[in-house]
């Protein structure tokens, strides 16, 4: 399984990106994908996620109102929609993918994400 991280890049402060994570290789049932960032110097967070089947979603507190996750079935791809970006929004976001099914909740822990992607850099100017 590859997942590839795109559409980052240099906004002002207040700007918006889209990100994609396009998934590919092995075919089976992906559960859930998620968005997780690195920033200079921080341990890596959770941003956001999306259950495959049934669309439900879960946010990290910071970036709840201001980003938007979504999944294209047809396009086996996962987005981020991120508007009103803040400099605290600078880092290295990378998509996973959770391969495990039968959960009922979303999952928003790293160690529940079996495959990660190489990231993509946003840098946020004040």
């Known amino acids: 399984v590859q997942l590839q991280a795109s559409g980052g890049g240099l906004v002002q402060a207040g700007g918006s990106l889209r990100l994609s994570c396009a998934i590919s290789?092995?075919?089976?049932?992906?559960?859930?994908v998620g968005w997780f960032r690195r920033a200079p110097g921080k341990e890596r967070e959770f941003v956001a996620a999306?259950?495959?089947?049934?669309?439900?979603?879960i946010y990290a507190d910071s970036v709840k109102g201001r980003f938007t996750i979504s999944r294209d079935n047809s396009e086996n791809t996962v987005y981020l929609e991120m508007n009103n970006l803040k400099p605290e929004d600078t880092a290295v976001y990378y998509c996973?993918?959770?391969?495990?099914?039968?959960?009922?909740?979303?999952?928003?822990?790293?160690?529940?994400?079996?495959?990660w992607g190489r990231g993509t850099l946003v840098t946020v100017s004040s």
């Open positions: 996973a993918l959770d391969r495990t099914s039968g959960r009922n909740y979303v999952p928003a822990r790293s160690i529940e994400y079996d495959y």
């Open positions: 290789g092995r075919t089976f049932t992906h559960a859930a």
């Open positions: 999306i259950k495959w089947s049934g669309g439900s979603t």
